[in-house]
């Protein structure tokens, strides 16, 4: 069964930082490309960024480019997003996921998937 945790969410301040973790679990995510997903209250959930399974290409939304960074650890199966100079837009619970096919991944509808984790609260307020 295919598990998707994330974490490092949290409350923080315009401007703040933060960092985000992705365990994926349950089969094989060799040649995978991961990405990050968001959600606002009231809003459809919208791709933020991917990264294919090398590490060599990324894909940012036009609303973090310049402010976030994906990265992965494939030893772990895990991805990250380092978020910075938050802005409150940002506020939105996070929720990763994968695909064999990275240029798919920033265009596939969120509904295609077939598992989401939980998801983790990111809040900026001050």
């Known amino acids: 069964q295919v598990q998707l945790v994330e974490s490092g969410g949290g409350l923080v301040q315009p401007g703040g930082s933060l960092r985000l973790s992705c365990v994926a679990s349950?089969?094989?995510?060799?040649?995978?490309?991961m990405g990050w997903f968001r959600q606002a209250p009231g809003k459809e959930r919208d791709v933020v960024a991917v990264i294919s399974w090398s590490g060599g290409a990324t894909y940012y939304a036009d609303s973090v480019k310049g402010r976030a960074t994906i990265s992965r650890d494939n030893s772990k199966n895990t991805v990250y997003l380092q978020m910075n100079s938050l802005k409150p837009e940002d506020t939105a619970v996070y929720y990763c996921?994968?695909?064999?096919?990275?240029?798919?991944?920033?265009?596939?509808?969120?509904?295609?998937?077939?598992?989401w984790g939980q998801g983790t609260q990111v809040t900026v307020s001050s």
């Open positions: 349950g089969r094989s995510f060799n040649y995978y490309a």
């Open positions: 996921n994968a695909d064999r096919d990275y240029s798919k991944m920033t265009t596939k509808p969120v509904g295609a998937y077939d598992y």
